[in-house]
């Protein structure tokens, strides 16, 4: 009886700990599965600045692209009236992404 009661809260929180590691590390999964080396994103040899736009889209783009991909996205966070602007706006490799767009509205995307 006693040893139940210890092990629910530990239980509970290993539980959310993985689950917050599946979500925070999501994209970064999803490149290393598909083979994208470091090199890949980071064009220098000991990887230390941030990845360019015009590198996410050499695979991704054009942007008119991306935004023919999420066009039954209601609103397409790729087509909107703040333009072509840098994909760290929202994704993120190696942290969570984020939803640029609640600064001023409240959206509800979920950021590969
Ligand atoms: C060398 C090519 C390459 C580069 C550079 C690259 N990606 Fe990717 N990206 C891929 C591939 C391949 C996939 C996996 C596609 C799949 O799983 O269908 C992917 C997946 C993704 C996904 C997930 C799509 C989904 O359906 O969940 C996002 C978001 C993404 N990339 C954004 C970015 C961003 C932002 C950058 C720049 C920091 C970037 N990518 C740089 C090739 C690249
Ligand atoms: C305003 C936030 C935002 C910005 C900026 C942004 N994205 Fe996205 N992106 C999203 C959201 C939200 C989704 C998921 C849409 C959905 O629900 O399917 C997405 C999905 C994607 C996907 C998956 C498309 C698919 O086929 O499902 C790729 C690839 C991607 N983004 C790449 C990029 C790249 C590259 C850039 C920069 C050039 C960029 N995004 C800029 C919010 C953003
Ligand atoms: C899909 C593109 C992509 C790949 C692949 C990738 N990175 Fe990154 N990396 C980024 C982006 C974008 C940032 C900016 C911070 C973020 O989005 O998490 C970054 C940031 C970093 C930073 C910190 C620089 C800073 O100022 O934030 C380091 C260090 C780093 N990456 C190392 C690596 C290493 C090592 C690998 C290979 C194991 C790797 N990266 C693979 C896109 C990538
Ligand atoms: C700096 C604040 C700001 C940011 C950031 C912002 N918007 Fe807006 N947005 C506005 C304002 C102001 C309006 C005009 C509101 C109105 O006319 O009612 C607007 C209007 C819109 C509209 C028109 C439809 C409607 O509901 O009024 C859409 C769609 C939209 N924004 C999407 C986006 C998307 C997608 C993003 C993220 C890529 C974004 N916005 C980021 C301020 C912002």
């Not at 695979?59 to 935004?67: I, T």
Request: aromatic share 6%; with cysteine.
């Amino acid at each position: 009886m006693k040893k139940r009661i210890l092990l629910t809260p530990l239980f509970v929180l290993i539980l959310l700990l993985y689950i917050f590691c599946l979500v925070a590390q999501a994209l970064e999964d999803r490149h290393g599965k598909a083979g994208i080396t470091c090199e890949g994103c980071h064009k220098e040899n000991l990887p230390s600045k941030k990845v360019p736009t015009a590198v996410c889209l050499g695979c991704h783009g054009p942007y008119s692209k991306l935004a023919q991909e999420t066009n039954k996205v209601e609103p397409n966070p790729h087509d909107s009236h703040e333009g072509e602007i840098d994909c760290d706006r929202c994704h993120h490799n190696h942290k969570p992404s984020e939803n640029y767009c609640v600064g001023c509205h409240n959206f509800a995307f979920t950021v590969p």
